[in-house]
């Protein structure tokens, strides 16, 4: 099986982000190539269901959320929040047939999460900490975009630099020194850490005002990134002549993007670039998120064409080079992992 | 074969309002999922053909009527309204074989029917008598609406009332009154036959002003939905002190509506809501066309829905309730009807 | 197979206008069903290559042109003229099997040609002398059409000159004359030659103003259609008291037309028509091109209309006429190519 043909079911997945669920407001958005609703009840829960009413496959997101529970608008059946029916017009019995399938949902830090596996092994415990979206020492702006891309070709670019120097040349590349930069790749439980440093390199404009920089400064990108498509990275600037894990004056960022599969051919991107200075400067937050917001499109460009070029060439091997080094191993465990979940689909 | 996948043949279909083809129009309308042009003879006689030349499969639609001939302009092959080549530019022998075919069309109180059956048991007095289209005592506005589902979507639809509660909540629906009224259902030998009356309730007060009633009123439906998607319907509201039997007084409607499979996905809705009282105030003809216009944009908004949700979840069975007995009689029927027509064709 | 489904590969076709390929540009375009790029080195050479990075399939129509090389813009490959890479960034190393699969492509008057055949058969000779693009004598304008069509259908329509009087019956057809004109139809190894003369007719108000004509006029049209869809006519007006061969005060055209698949169901169409006469009237050079891409309009809103029509009534039989002799000769000619191109490939 091709890697881009599955999803990883036993797993996390951010579904909104929770502005995107106020009030009575009933989200429609596909997921793990499945429509669903996302909606709260009054005590604020969120509540995702696949998104139809089993009696007629209406759709539910046209449907009414009525205090904690979702009525049907097409011939009126409501379901509570746990999915079963609790309500048909015109008749007292209830078909215990008459239920919605519903996935665990829990909302963490600004963020809708659900978990699309053996729900006996749901455990909320195990949802990253996605601090800075929700802390008093950062700030940010929620993002989101719409890639037509597979999630791994979005991964293939997270975990490949040198894309910086040519896709974003003008805007976030400025010279190629990141992309040359060594970098250490380490594996974990829950997918890769890279770690890059650069040293004694001329602070962008951005940096040099904000910062106060007078010389040469050190960069640094710490990221993670799991094997469900979550990029974790805290990434700084400092003056090259301070010690590596001295962080007095550095600027401090921390960016949460999560990657969740709409369909074997789009996904949608769940970010936002945090920082930890000029916390009361409403225009840096801004301009933090336009820099990231723009290089997305950049991004996206790109991807969506290699997406279309895929279908174009179907047969045609791609030629490795070194850089698809920390790409290689990804995509190498995240079959192994489909595969896993396949053969135990096939022996239960 | 599921019912939906076929359609039945050996019927007449509504292909066209009588104004739709006017002097030299022809026009061009996929039905039964194929294309065809439907334009007149001379005399105003109908004619239904599949809309391409025997000679290069160009489309007629884009030829010229000429009398009671019909022109491919790509070539100029010319062909009589029986279908058969009469002319070929340049040559005196008419190839045999280059002949259109065609279906039978008649034209009846307004609109143009075709029969998709075998010729030979085409039978014109079959066709419903649609009288309030064309008659002296009654008004109506002609309506013509394009249905993205299949046509028995649409009739599971007309068969439920329950949905008026739901759909119809703001327009046609008000209170449940209507809904949850008790109905006889019939099977007869062309489809089912539902009266519903609602006793001793309020009238709506666009009857209130139109039929001075002064208290409680009753209000009727009775219905006929054939097999092949044609409902025709008589209404009225009176005053609850009279006889079922006294129309003195009563504001009367009659409904007649065709549903014409234009392809598995589609439906052609031809439709007109006729009412029998105020003959001379058009703003009423209007306002009662506008009603149930806008019902049917509600109607088709939920319908597309839901024919959308069945691709998005096709292994998804749906759960019966109460409501569904009249829908799952007619169903059944369109399946046995189905099958007979497969069978009778494999046995030929 | 039917000849529409193939295209004849060992053969010339022109892939653009010189102008669509100036300087840095890096033209994409679809041909015989395969996204390609079209650029130029420093000098001038014309290069065709296959429109994907062999890293990632990233497109190289997003790369950028760095002198005699194109540099894919998303990890920065850079590939010289012949498609090897010359360049990774970040490594020595080129993987040899880093080659983007390019075509032998030159530029003859106007055209830029690719050969899409076996390399070592690449003769450049072939090319058919395109004159009139690109000659002191004559003048035009260049005209460039995607026709959404199997390129068969527009040859089809190329053949059979009895479609003037009635796709063109308001522009070019005028009267029935040229359609019903007797013509000689010769094979050669190539493809067609059609020899039409139009003798004793009025002349078209356009060609009395610009001619000078007192009198009738004799007009011919003499054209070949090679077997890869190139098409060249000599055509010309003249006083019909003159000798055939006698040109002296005539009106001569010649139009070149080029035909190359872009997909199964599109064309891309390149034509030009010149005049030898008012050199020096750009306002006659303009009214010619607009005559021929008015023409050309209204029959490709008529293949484009057969082309859908082909797809609605997949198994209708075509039934012949008269005037479909040459097109039949023509397409038997191109599926004895096509087959004899399967058995080579078979055999190979």
Redo the contacts between chains.
């Keep these: 099986m091709a890697a881009e043909a599955g999803f990883i079911r036993n797993a996390w997945y951010v579904v909104a982000w929770d502005h995107e669920v106020l009030g009575d407001t009933v989200l429609s958005r596909r997921v793990l190539d499945?429509?669903l609703i996302i909606w709260r009840r009054s005590d604020g829960q969120a509540v995702v269901m696949?998104?139809?009413c089993?009696?007629?496959?209406?759709?539910l997101?046209?449907g009414r959320r009525e205090g904690d529970a979702i009525?049907?608008?097409?011939?009126?059946?409501k379901f509570a929040a746990d999915g079963h029916c609790i309500e048909?017009?015109?008749?007292e019995?209830i078909?215990p047939?008459?239920c919605v399938p519903t996935y665990t949902a829990v909302q963490r830090k600004r963020w809708i999460w659900a978990w699309f596996g053996d729900p006996a092994e749901a455990d909320a415990s195990q949802i990253p900490d996605t601090f800075s979206l929700d802390h008093p020492d950062w700030r940010m702006k929620p993002g989101y975009k719409s890639f037509p891309a597979n999630w791994l070709l979005i991964t293939?670019n997270l975990l490949?630099f040198?894309?910086l120097?040519?896709?974003h040349?003008k805007t976030l590349g400025g010279s190629?020194a990141i992309?040359?930069a060594s970098h250490e790749v380490t594996e974990n439980a829950d997918g890769l850490r890279v770690l890059r440093r650069v040293r004694n390199t001329i602070p962008a404009p951005y940096h040099r005002r904000v910062g106060r920089f007078e010389g040469a400064v050190n960069r640094w990108f710490d990221y993670t990134l799991s094997h469900t498509g979550l990029f974790m990275m805290h990434a700084g600037v400092q003056s090259a002549d301070k010690a590596d894990d001295d962080h007095e004056g550095a600027l401090l960022f921390h960016t949460c993007q999560a990657l969740t599969p709409e369909s074997p051919q789009s996904t949608h991107y769940f970010f936002a670039q945090a920082h930890a200075f000029a916390l009361d400067d409403a225009t840096v937050t801004e301009s933090v998120y336009q820099s990231v917001a723009n290089a997305f499109d950049e991004d996206l460009?790109?991807i969506a064409?290699?997406q279309?070029?895929?279908a174009?060439?179907p047969g045609?091997a791609?030629?490795?080079?070194?850089?698809d080094g920390a790409l290689t191993r990804y995509r190498r465990r995240v079959l192994a992992l489909l595969d896993a979940q396949q053969n135990a689909q096939a022996s239960s």
């Excluded at 089993?54 to 759709?59: E, S």
């Excluded at 009525?71 to 059946?77: A, D, F, K, V, W």
């Design positions: 499945e429509p696949k998104d139809f089993p009696h007629r496959l209406a759709p997101s046209l009525r049907c608008m097409y011939h009126g059946l048909v017009p015109g008749q019995r078909p047939k008459a293939d490949d040198s894309h120097s040519y896709v040349e190629t992309a040359e460009r790109m064409a290699q279309r070029n895929l174009a060439f045609e791609m030629v490795p080079i070194g850089a």
